[in-house]
């Protein structure tokens, strides 16, 4: 999951250059930041504050663990907080090939379903991630171009365009990715639908856990509904000791 900041209109201008330009150095800088993060496992507990267009906030908490290698590994989020969504959970099954298999379940009604991929760009229980910002981004999925080189908050980084391809059903037509240079990190990521950009992410307080530099803030916005989400990541964990049968529906029922 990854995991959307820039001036709209620089970054719509961008979108107009030449297709090839920069492909194969724009490929080798997202697979390096993705091997960077190479772990057999994560988990972590997240507090998430929700930030409605009047500024209302509304607090959740969830936990979240992943297992196996990237672009196959499969994944758990749960609700934890508030009462009226716990116990709520998420299973994502990433595929390197194909959008994820997702199922939620909802102890209220005892059951769980299916996400069917037309649900994908909704909202994930009130938070501004859709259930497709919750699965995970693999290198293969997408084609890039080099747009060229930013400053961010005073740290250099390249800015790629990213485009699914045809095996990759999305609800972005494309996405503007910024990857810190020192560090092979993503600074933030836009995504659009057709030229309108639609989700923006941001990655803050970069962390080395582990080995691996990690941000420990992440900050969704949703442009059309003009609401945000910050997520933190607390108690965070590489290559725990975690069992596939721990990534299953049965497993997905359990009260926790």
Known sequence: MFHRTSAAVLALGLLVAAPGVGAQDARQIVQEAQRRTDARSQQYEGTLKVFDAKGRVTDKRWTFARH??????????????????????????NHPERASDQWMWTPAIARERRIALQDRSTRFFGTDFSFEDLEERDVGQYEYWLLGEETVEGVRTWRIRSRPTHTKSSQYTSSILWIRQDRYAFVRIENYKDEQLVRRLVYRHLENVQGIWTARSLEMSDLRRKSRTVLSLEKLQYNVPLEDEDFTLQALRREQ
């Open 68 to 93: 196996g290698s990237h672009g196959t590994s499969k994944a758990v989020l749960r609700f934890t907080a508030p009462p009226e969504v716990k116990g709520v959970a998420l299973l994502v099954i």
